[in-house]
């Protein structure tokens, strides 16, 4: 019976794949692995199924968007736990998680957390500025938790940030399903052991669904594209009024004479935090050759 669905799950070779039907364990055509393509979660497939609820996947529908690692297709959101303090934001990961999101066609939302220690208004304005969406949130006040979860309803989303930024908290306030200890919920949710290579899609609602995700520190700049500096600045959504407006074409947006970029942080139109994140990727990536780009696998 051929049947469309959403892969909620990958361990092993095997993919759960949730149909009209119900759940079926598959496994993949070897037409996948000659491709040298995987199926991951969130992708929508065509299986062929049997009574027994196993099947084998035919197709990977056409993906708008997939991240490496973890190994998940077509996101919507991507949520960007920080805190204000304890530990405090780290503008750099942020950013370049940011870029990643951009890039992939992801929209990506700043949560600022622990905002009954201290406010977060000059972390919310940078971004704010940038026209990133920014929530603040207390898991002692209950603050910012209804829109966040507004935010995840119909979507396909996912959750990363370092630990000790009340990720963890957060999850458990968003999600009281799992009954899970604090400790306990970034398995499930974030940094579980296997969260590398395998990924499980949580259905929160009616077409509503959360990926686990691994920390900011498995975030690898080469296997997110961002190893092309001419796409770079494409990653940083403030700058895309002021390209094409520079006096050499050739502008890198770093330093040169005439840069309209340069002029817009001058002008505090883009943040001088942003830019100085952008300068810092530029120079990890200036160097990278095309052809190094063409033999590289992920």
Same mark, same amino acid.
């Given at each position: 019976?051929?049947?469309?669905?959403?892969?909620?799950?990958?361990?092993?070779?095997?993919?759960?794949?949730? #149909?009209?039907?119900?759940?079926?364990?598959?496994?993949?055509?070897?037409?996948? *692995?000659?491709?040298?393509?995987? !199926?991951? %979660?969130?992708?929508?497939?065509?299986?062929?199924?049997?009574?027994?609820?196993?099947?084998?996947?035919?197709?990977?529908?056409?993906?708008?968007?997939?991240? =490496?690692?973890? !190994? =998940?297709?077509?996101?919507?959101?991507?949520?960007?736990? @920080?805190?204000?303090?304890?530990?405090?934001?780290? !503008?750099?990961?942020?950013?370049?998680?940011?870029? =990643?999101?951009?890039?992939?066609?992801?929209?990506?939302?700043?949560?600022?957390?622990?905002?009954?220690?201290?406010? %977060?208004?000059?972390?919310?304005?940078? /971004?704010?500025?940038?026209?990133?969406?920014?929530? %603040?949130?207390?898991?002692?006040?209950?603050?910012?938790?209804?829109?966040?979860?507004?935010?995840?309803?119909?979507?396909?989303?996912?959750? @990363?940030?370092?630990?000790?930024?009340?990720?963890?908290?957060?999850?458990?306030?968003?999600? !009281?399903?799992?009954?899970?200890? @604090?400790?306990?919920?970034?398995?499930?949710?974030?940094?579980?052991?296997?969260? #590398?290579?395998?990924?499980?899609?949580?259905?929160?609602?009616?077409?509503? /669904?959360?990926?686990?995700?691994?920390?900011?520190?498995?975030?690898?700049?080469? *296997?997110?594209?961002?190893?092309?500096?001419?796409?770079?600045?494409?990653?940083?959504?403030?700058?895309?009024?002021?390209?094409?407006?520079?006096?050499?074409?050739?502008?890198?947006?770093?330093?040169?004479?005439?840069?309209?970029?340069?002029?817009?942080?001058?002008?505090?139109?883009? %943040?001088?935090?942003?830019?100085?994140?952008?300068?810092?990727?530029?120079?990890?990536?200036?160097?990278?050759?095309?052809?190094?780009?063409?033999?590289?696998?992920?």
């Amino acid at each position: 019976m051929e049947l469309f669905g959403y892969v909620r799950k990958s361990v092993g070779g095997f993919y759960h794949v949730e #149909t009209e039907q119900g759940m079926y364990l598959c496994t993949a055509r070897g037409k996948f *692995r000659k491709a040298r393509i995987s !199926p991951y %979660a969130g992708d929508r497939v065509r299986i062929l199924g049997e009574e027994d609820k196993t099947g084998a996947i035919q197709e990977i529908l056409p993906r708008k968007n997939f991240l =490496v690692r973890p !190994p =998940v297709a077509n996101l919507d959101r991507l949520f960007l736990v @920080t805190s204000v303090r304890d530990p405090g934001p780290e !503008p750099l990961i942020l950013d370049k998680t940011i870029a =990643v999101a951009e890039l992939a066609g992801i929209e990506p939302v700043l949560v600022v957390t622990k905002t009954d220690l201290e406010q %977060a208004e000059e972390l919310e304005e940078i /971004y704010r500025l940038a026209g990133i969406r920014c929530v %603040a949130v207390s898991s002692v006040t209950g603050q910012g938790v209804e829109e966040i979860r507004r935010l995840l309803d119909g979507k396909i989303s996912a959750f @990363t940030g370092n630990s000790g930024v009340g990720k963890s908290s957060l999850l458990n306030a968003l999600f !009281p399903q799992f009954q899970l200890k @604090t400790g306990e919920v970034s398995q499930k949710l974030g940094r579980g052991r296997h969260t #590398t290579r395998e990924v499980e899609l949580y259905k929160i609602g009616e077409e509503s /669904y959360v990926a686990d995700t691994p920390g900011f520190s498995t975030f690898d700049i080469e *296997r997110y594209q961002l190893t092309d500096k001419e796409e770079l600045p494409h990653g940083f959504r403030e700058f895309s009024p002021y390209l094409g407006q520079c006096q050499f074409t050739s502008c890198s947006h770093t330093c040169e004479k005439g840069c309209a970029i340069l002029r817009a942080v001058e002008d505090g139109k883009i %943040a001088k935090s942003r830019h100085k994140s952008y300068v810092a990727m530029y120079q990890e990536i200036k160097d990278v050759k095309q052809w190094q780009l063409k033999n590289k696998t992920v």
